[in-house]
């Protein structure tokens, strides 16, 4: 069974720098790509970034673009969100969720796409 770990998440201060881990593990665990989300309290979950498994090829939406970067360790099946410049509307439990079958297409940021998902860490960003 494939099972998805966030960490690395905290309390930081506007302008700051977080990054976290996502690591995978499971029987034979592969994935087409793997995602980070995140949901504020009374909002909905939102894509932020997603990377490809065989490409590397990342995905960014606008709200973080150029502040995050998504990327992977496909040795230690272990996918990382670097976030910089962290604002205050940043603050929210992070998840990340994997695409095993190939799904997602086209839909990056479609979260009913996603087949596993981890427990979730939360980044707080204060001023």
């Known amino acids: 069974q494939v099972r998805l770990v966030e960490s690395g998440g905290g309390s930081v201060q506007a302008g700051g720098s977080l990054r976290l881990s996502c690591a995978a593990s499971?029987?034979?665990?592969?994935?087409?790509?793997t995602a980070w989300f995140r949901q504020a309290p009374g909002k909905e979950r939102e894509g932020v970034a997603r990377?490809?498994?065989?490409?590397?090829?990342?995905a960014y939406a606008a709200s973080v673009k150029g502040r995050f970067t998504i990327s992977q360790d496909k040795a230690q099946n272990t996918v990382y969100l670097q976030m910089t410049n962290l604002k205050l509307e940043d603050t929210a439990m992070y998840y990340c969720a994997a695409d095993l079958v190939g799904r997602v297409g086209l839909a990056i940021f479609d979260a009913a796409k996603y087949d596993v998902w981890g427990q979730g860490t939360q980044v707080t960003v204060s001023s």
């Open positions: 990377i490809s498994t065989r490409t590397d090829l990342p």
């Open positions: 499971g029987y034979t665990y592969s994935s087409y790509s």
